[in-house]
């Protein structure tokens, strides 16, 4: 039987490199996508597409209850936005908390739940962000700077709970990530310094390996040139 993990977000631009990479190395991939996505995206026998709301608890917890044993989980579903102090509103700073961390935590939840009650150990990858870590970077995006370091305290509260059960989290931190959006956004960037989503595609497939498996409480930076 294959090897199987579930990745949300599998039709965005880094979760498409991460489905495409755990395929690639033989795994089963169990994608959740949102219900407006077309499940079109991507054919593979071992693919298992299902269009879910992750801001929804309820449904989160069901779909994640209804997929079979699983020994991991990519939560790649998140969004970005820009914003100053002074021009960020409390909506501005709702809507990135819970495109950013409703979804991670709602879905990270589920699944640790799932992994503790078979006995499974199992990795929990969450996607940080360099901002979160730096406030001169942050003063220019205040809203999902904040809800991202939510996510980097959410892989530590899951690793200090998960200890005694073989449950770990790790947090890949990008810089600014190559993908069509943000080239349309910055078009005057210099784009060799991105990372592409392939490289961090790579980089959290290791993580699932024997020597990555070996690693504990993972902040892992992925920065490039930029």
Known sequence: MNKAILVTGADGNLGKAVTRKFLDEGYKVIGFI???????????????????????????FSGIEHIDTIEGAVLTVGGFGMGSLEKTSLSDVNKMYKLNFATAYNSARAVYEKLKSKGLSGQIVLIGTKPAFTPEAAKGLVAYSLSKSLVHRLAEIINADGQDKGITSSVIVPSIIDTPENREAMPNADFDKWVKPEVLADNIHHLFTDSGKALRETVLKVYHKS
């Open 34 to 60: 949102h219900p407006t996505s077309s499940p079109d995206f991507m054919e593979s026998p071992n693919l298992e597409i299902h269009q879910l709301d992750l801001m929804d608890e309820e449904k989160t």
